[in-house]
């Protein structure tokens, strides 16, 4: 079945560190990709998505390039900040009347000043 | 932004009461409202996708006779776990779809969540 796995939490960096959040994903076909962001109280927010094999999703700093060779995903951001500080969700979709946000476990990421 | 609300944000309750769990979207319409279950460091699942007017589809593996989800108005949706046991503890999320959100599934604007624990 489809699925996703991103990468274990808690992540701590400190400010202006490179972040880096694993995301792989097992699907039969070729769905879009998603990255979701959750900060403290809030709901999840899309933040970034990608919808074709060697597309990159951006957005306030984050990058993600979707790679079809490696079924991958990964988050990344150059110079993170405190404000980064969040729960990430990696996510995929196959569009259709039916289709349903597949999430994974989430990676939580902590920023220190 | 598209704001969802849910309510309450933490419940605790003994096992066998039941439990209403409210979301709203309040500043659009909401066509579909998505109810998704979070246990600790596992993904979201969702339960049940619900449509104003009309009843809920679950997902498999999902009672319906346990989890009742009632979507009266296009801003209100409620989720009631009837006869909540221990293992109903979990975070419960809300979404919600707008009328303009067209076939873009991942437009769904998400509540902050609801803590459940049944002791």
């Known amino acids: 079945g489809n699925s996703v796995t991103q990468m274990e939490g808690p992540v701590t960096l400190s400010e202006e560190a490179f972040l880096t959040i694993n995301c792989t994903y097992t699907?039969?076909?070729?769905?879009?990709l998603f990255w979701y962001v959750q900060y403290p109280g809030e709901g999840l927010q899309l933040l970034l998505k990608?919808?074709?094999?060697?597309d990159k999703g951006s957005n306030k700093g984050f990058e993600a390039t979707y790679r079809k060779e490696t079924t991958s995903f990964h988050l990344e951001k150059g110079s993170v900040q405190v404000s980064d500080s969040a729960v990430y969700f990696c996510a995929l979709i196959f569009y259709s009347s039916a289709s349903k946000i597949i999430f994974g476990s989430g990676t939580r990421l902590s920023i220190r000043p | 932004g598209a704001v969802v609300s849910q309510h309450p944000s933490r419940v605790i309750c003994k096992s066998g009461t039941s439990v209403k769990i409210e979301c709203r979207s309040l500043d659009f319409q909401a066509t579909t409202m998505f109810w998704y279950r979070q246990f600790p460091k596992q993904s979201l699942m969702l339960m049940a996708t619900s449509n104003e007017g009309s009843k809920a589809t679950y997902e498999q593996g999902v009672e319906k006779d346990k989890f009742l989800i009632n979507h009266a108005s296009l801003t209100l949706s409620t989720l009631t776990v009837t006869s909540a046991h221990p293992e109903d503890s979990s975070f419960y999320i809300c979404?919600?779809?707008?009328?303009?959100?067209?076939?873009?599934?991942?437009?769904?604007?998400f509540g902050p969540g609801t803590r459940l624990l049944v002791l």
């Open positions: 990608a919808t074709k094999a060697d």
């Open positions: 979404s919600a779809r707008s009328l303009s959100s067209g076939r873009l599934q991942e437009t769904q604007y």
């Open positions: 699907a039969t076909g070729y769905p879009s």
